[in-house]
């Protein structure tokens, strides 16, 4: 568990780091919102999340650029190159009427020399070529069918590339408003970024222009070896020398985790082909050696294989006004279904605390997180209560329409249960919720109106693996309040659904 007072330089950022001269106690720099005012237009998270989405976006922004610039002025470069020997190979695929000439006049020569020695006609060999032939051999071809793709990839790059500038060029436009509706429609941006794959798209254009560059050096060996046999295998030694530490230095950041060679795209596919030969070696062996342990079979799945990529960029071609109001139109096109916990607005909503919470290791921004879903939580209640429409309290048996479906709710449930486990307790009987972790969990028992009380039930989580950390985290959070002799704390936490054993209860229960 991170030490609350120094988390605050612990909040680095997924592509350069904290910005120095920064405070980054966000309980600090913002006030505390009022109790129901968590999710209220102007609360500090929005505030926050606009903060650290500014961070994410300048870094992210800036490094897409530093690739973009890079990948324009090598295609630009290598193109050039290639053109050079295009317009040199390319002469030999045009027939050669010298050599066609020379070939007519040699054959008439020999019928000179035939007529004057008395010989047959017929006996003398035809030309080797006519007027019309090609004089082409297969080598140009091959050269040319190798340095006309690698050009074509070579100048769509580029072109791509002007294409994608001007596409991340709109991503940061500034949005007027309240700070909520400028963090959804940030986050609505962001969730269109991830959609359509930009980011993908970057990393295609640099393993294109790695093609290209194969392409050429395959050529190139072709073309010197028609001119030197002896020079083309120096040449051939060096491309194949390049190929070779592509392939090795694209798998080994899959194999070992401190290897630098990181290049996004060739690391998926590695660690595709990779999870391919180790599922290929587990049924060998499961097959093959009935002798085999079960730790040495979980030890070829053991190696988790992360096919997860927050991909960043923004595609849009519409002008600023229009484009807003699109957004708005997007986000808040039902304002009757606001009171709704699924309405878009409030996943859109989910979908933005979801993401700074997990973006962030800033434990300020959790911690306002937790309650702004303490305060979502309340206003979904309060909502509900005065709506004409009436609603069906949720159930295990209809996760469909369970209001806490969102993967927000068992992160910060989990986040609150470390919480409980290692804070010092401040819950006493005339407060029984001092603090933000202990709120959120009552209050999700309290919304979902669950009738036994039990949390794991209260979301609804029908993931065994998701059930059974939830309760392992139950359990050690019980254990922790009973070493620090916090009866009420235990109470909670055996009313919530932890797994107490009988000593342990009956320790609670004469406390």
């Known amino acids: 568990m991170p030490d609350l007072s120094s988390s605050g330089s612990s909040a680095f950022l997924e592509f350069g780091g904290p910005r120095k001269g920064r405070n980054y106690n966000y309980t600090e720099i913002y006030n505390k919102d009022n109790l129901g005012d968590e999710m209220k237009e102007n609360a500090r998270v929005w505030s926050v999340y606009l903060d650290e989405g500014e961070n994410y976006d300048a870094d992210m922004i800036q490094s897409f650029r530093n690739i973009l610039d890079g990948l324009l002025i090598f295609a630009s470069l290598f193109s050039a190159v290639v053109t050079t020997f295009v317009a040199q190979t390319s002469q030999a695929l045009i027939s050669d009427n010298t050599q066609i000439m020379a070939s007519l006049m040699f054959e008439n020569n020999q019928l000179l020399r035939a007529a004057g020695n008395i010989t047959k006609v017929s006996e003398v060999p035809s030309a080797a070529l006519k007027p019309g032939d090609s004089t082409y051999t297969r080598a140009d071809v091959w050269v040319n069918g190798l340095f006309f793709p690698s050009l074509a990839l070579s100048l769509s790059v580029a072109l791509v590339t002007v294409m994608i500038k001007q596409w991340i060029q709109a991503y940061p436009t500034f949005v007027s408003g309240t700070a909520k509706d400028r963090a959804l429609r940030r986050h609505f941006r962001f969730l269109g970024i991830e959609k359509w794959r930009v980011r993908s798209i970057i990393e295609c254009l640099t393993l294109i222009l790695h093609a290209s560059v194969a392409l050429f050096l395959i050529g190139l060996a072709i073309y010197v070896f028609q001119l030197s046999s002896s020079i083309s295998w120096s040449v051939i030694f060096i491309a194949a020398s390049t190929f070779l530490f592509y392939i090795v230095s694209s798998i080994l950041p899959a194999i070992f985790i401190d290897c630098p060679y990181r290049v996004p795209f060739t690391l998926s596919l590695a660690q595709y082909v990779l999870a391919i030969f ?234």
Not at 405 to 414: K, N, R
Not at 440 to 447: E, G, K, N, Q, W
Not at 474 to 488: G, H, P, T, V
């Open 278 to 511: 180790r599922w290929a070696r587990c049924a060998f062996v499961e097959h093959f050696s009935k002798s085999t342990s079960t730790h040495s079979i979980r030890f070829v799945h053991g190696r988790s294989v992360n096919y997860s990529s927050n991909r960043i960029e923004w595609l849009s071609a519409l002008g600023s006004k229009y484009r807003t109001a699109k957004e708005s139109d997007a986000i808040y096109h039902n304002t009757s279904s606001f009171h709704k916990p699924n309405s878009l607005v409030n996943q859109t909503a989910c979908d933005a605390l979801y993401w700074v919470f997990n973006y962030s290791s800033n434990q300020f921004v959790k911690e306002i997180v937790v309650e702004a879903v303490v305060g979502m939580l309340h206003e979904w209640s309060m909502a509900q209560k005065h709506s004409p429409i009436p609603h069906a309290t949720p159930s295990a048996n209809n996760l469909d329409s369970h209001p806490l479906q969102h993967d927000l709710f068992p992160a910060t449930v989990v986040f609150c249960l470390q919480m409980l486990s290692h804070a010092p307790s401040t819950i006493t009987e005339d407060d029984p919720y001092p603090n933000p972790w202990s709120r959120l969990v009552s209050t999700i028992t309290t919304v979902t109106g669950s009738s036994d009380g039990q949390l794991i039930n209260s979301l609804g989580i029908h993931d065994q693996d998701l059930r059974e950390q939830l309760q392992g985290e139950l359990d050690a959070a019980y254990q922790a309040s009973i070493a620090k002799n916090d009866r009420i704390l235990s109470q909670y936490l055996v009313q919530w659904g932890c797994h107490a054993s009988s000593s342990l209860a009956d320790h609670t229960s004469r406390g």
